[in-house]
């Protein structure tokens, strides 16, 4: 399997943040790469991480 890498820390980061206010108003934080490495990638936005591994 092969992942658009370009297309995945976006995704990732939209994820992160529907889930970190899904109750709520999104809010004007943003998210924070944490790492961006070809073997995983992870962000998190207000108390939320997300990670994905290759």
């Known amino acids: 399997m092969t992942t658009d890498a370009p297309a ?3 995704a ?3 994820r992160v943040r529907e889930t970190a206010h899904a109750r709520t108003p999104a809010c004007p ?3 924070a790469t944490l ?3 070809p073997d995983a990638t992870v ?3 207000a108390g ?3 990670k994905a591994h290759a």
């Open 8 to 10: 995945l820390l976006p």
């Open 29 to 31: 934080c943003g998210a």
């Open 35 to 37: 790492a961006d490495r």
């Open 48 to 50: 939320t991480v997300a």
């Open 43 to 45: 962000v998190r936005h």
């Open 12 to 14: 990732l980061q939209t």
